[in-house]
């Protein structure tokens, strides 16, 4: 198997800290700057698991870097360079402590409650009668809490401001880019022959201006359907062909594993984590539209020292 990024320990000229999240590590530069590394872990249900995903990171922080360019018309974002295909440099924010999650179909985590009778995700209601993998009238905002450690919590807009979490003033402005990112993502998502499912993004501030922060439209952070066949397998109840991270969740749960107390992680075989290599790159070049080129492993840890150092030096 490749090479794989399971864990950084660099040490950085001015380096303050280093954060080591379920699949990033990032490091303060003089409280101005992020490193931010996309490892190869990989996580689901809040757990990591236990091997790393051959290219993992360079996908994603392609594809998040190629996104963020992408969108800086909409609202700034914290992004400055990638000198590394694993890394980004970027802006040091104050995160807002939630995550904007958006919704255009019902599946997933919100079908599964669906299923067992709730008719309402984070104070927004959803209509009787919906089939899994529909798509609401209009896309809903269901935000979270973004916890350090453990799962994130829903949470309504009124609890996020009563809490003075966000203030309304923020909050508003955070809703109004996130639907107009929703919106440009699924265009751009429709011109590759992809449906943009749902995706979640994270903002800070830094001097009083918000900017979009960490990866966006990524298959860590968001699901797509494949638009060819779509409205077919909903007539025919079929599930739907998609690119995402749901198949690893999908394959733990029917290998008795969902993130709880006392569920040991299956056994990861070289095949399947093979497959999942794959299916990362097969999403880079589906919404992306260029060939994946995976970047050279031999002495990734050295070569990824190499690029920041000498990028912290300009």
């Keep these: 198997m490749n090479n794989t990024v399971i864990k950084t320990n660099f040490s ?12 990033r590590d990032v490091y303060n530069i003089r409280d101005q700057y992020l490193v931010m590394i996309a490892t190869d872990r990989i996580s689901a249900f809040d ?22 360019d992408a969108t800086t018309d909409i609202v700034p974002n914290w992004k400055i360079d990638t000198p590394d295909p ?14 904007m999650i958006i919704r255009g179909y019902l599946t997933g985590s919100s079908w599964r409650s669906y299923s067992k009778g709730a008719r309402q995700i984070c104070g927004v209601p959803i209509p009787d009668g919906m089939k899994e993998h529909q798509a609401f009238p209009q896309p809903i905002i269901t935000p979270t809490t973004k916890a350090t450690q453990g799962h994130d919590e829903d949470i309504s807009k009124e609890e996020i401001i009563d809490q003075g979490l966000v203030s309304k003033e923020d909050y508003e402005q955070l809703e109004k ?5 929703f919106e440009r993502g699924s265009v751009m998502a429709r011109e590759k022959g992809l449906i943009l499912v749902d995706t979640k993004y994270e903002f800070g501030k830094r001097d009083g201006k918000i900017y979009l922060i960490d990866e966006i439209h990524t298959p860590d952070s968001s699901r797509y359907f494949y638009s060819e066949g779509y409205e077919e397998r909903q007539r025919k109840g079929e599930p ?4 995402s991270k749901e198949f690893v969740r999908e394959w733990l749960m029917a290998n008795g594993f969902q993130g709880q107390t006392g569920q040991a992680v299956p056994e990861m ?13 097969e999403l880079y070049e589906s919404i992306t539209g260029e060939q994946f080129h995976k970047a050279d492993s031999a002495q990734v840890i050295a070569r990824l020292e190499k690029n920041i150092k000498d990028f912290l030096k300009k």
């Design 12 to 23: 950085f000229d001015g380096q303050k800290s280093l954060y080591k999240g379920k699949v």
């Design 47 to 68: 757990v990591v698991l236990p091997r790393g995903i051959p290219y993992k990171g360079q996908v994603l922080n392609q594809i998040a870097a190629k996104f963020l």
């Design 86 to 99: 694993m890394v980004t440099v970027g802006i040091l924010c104050e995160p807002f402590p939630v995550e």
């Design 177 to 181: 880019y996130t639907a107009a990112l």
């Design 240 to 243: 739907q062909k998609q690119l």
């Design 269 to 281: 075989t070289d095949a399947f984590v093979q497959q999942v290599s794959d299916r990362y790159i």
